[in-house]
């Protein structure tokens, strides 16, 4: 019999919890050795998943688990930026398009994982008090390589919660720093996240307001750049693309080609599994709406 995904999540708690003895050990202070190690696990066995009922059933219990270690652990940062990776992915892939108001909110989470990970750097913290723009962009530089990936996540979901919140004027005026933090990653890991940098330019000269930036030739070229470092492996660039720099760009043929080359595909990467998983459902949905987004 199939275990439900409820059961399975809170099993894997439950696991968890069985390393500590009496009580649970990964949720009390002091057990940071312990605790980095497996908040960053379970979130890359959430990403081996195939099952997209399994998850989403599931997941909510896996998020609880991760924002109870964050809670317990505030100054531990890859367990803050795990937590926050994991809230944005959750957010995107299940909650947006049915349910925006709790998707703000949960984007709103891990932009706040991701600031408080990034604010063990006493200078950004500093700077993230201020107002200067200048100030905060300087703070950016004490960052390094090995700093990469939290500045990344707490862009993406910061960036994610200013969509959601696009009649907030506070939010929209949060743009600049946005764009300087993916600027300083650009900078660091310019490959990170199978082409993460580039998806997310191309997706931003796309949606600009005409005569406000909006540059469909600069759209075009991140989007081929990203779907080149990401290889044939990870379909996600290649839906994305189709999403936004086809449709706006008013090219159907476009659109409908690279949506059913992606439910064609064939990918063998397993640590991509679930989002080529999410790929491929958003890939049907649009061409499920064809008629209406053309």
Excluded at 21 to 38: D, E, Q, W
Excluded at 94 to 112: C, G, Q
Excluded at 222 to 248: C, K, N, Q, W
Excluded at 263 to 288: C, G, I, M, W, Y
């Amino acid at each position: 019999m199939r275990t439900s995904g409820k059961q399975y999540w809170i099993a894997v708690l439950l696991a968890v919890c069985s390393l500590g003895g009496s009580g649970c050990a990964l949720v009390r202070r002091g057990a940071a050795k312990a605790i980095t190690p497996v908040a960053s696990q379970l979130t890359d066995g959430l990403m081996h998943q195939g099952d997209l009922d399994l998850v989403r059933e599931g997941a909510p219990a896996f998020l609880l688990v991760l924002d109870a270690l964050a809670e317990a652990h505030p100054d531990n940062p890859t367990v803050l930026v795990a937590a926050a990776e994991a809230q944005m992915a959750y957010a995107t892939g299940f909650v947006a398009t049915d349910n925006p108001p709790r998707a703000k909110l949960m984007y709103n989470k891990a932009r706040t994982y991701g600031i408080r990970a990034l604010s063990k750097n006493k200078r950004f913290a500093r700077a993230l008090e201020g107002t200067s723009q200048d100030a905060f962009e300087d703070s950016l530089r004490s960052f390094k390589v090995r700093d990469a990936q939290a500045l990344f996540t707490t862009a993406a979901s910061w960036v994610m919660w200013i969509i959601a919140s696009a009649d907030s004027p506070v939010a929209l005026g949060d743009l600049p720093k946005v764009m300087a933090l993916i600027a300083r990653v650009r900078e660091l890991e310019p490959n990170i996240r199978q082409g993460g940098i580039d998806m997310f330019y191309g997706i931003y000269y796309t949606v600009l307001p005409l005569g406000g930036g909006r540059d469909l030739a600069k759209a075009k070229a991140h989007f081929e750049r990203s779907m080149d470092i990401a290889g044939p492996d990870y379909l996600l660039p290649r839906v994305t693309y189709a999403e936004f720099y086809a449709r706006y760009a008013f090219d159907e043929d476009l659109f409908e080609t690279t949506l059913n080359d992606v439910l064609a595909a064939t990918p063998t990467r397993p640590e991509f599994t679930l989002l080529n998983s999410v790929a491929k459902t958003r890939a049907q949905a649009l061409l499920d709406r064809m008629e209406e987004l053309f």
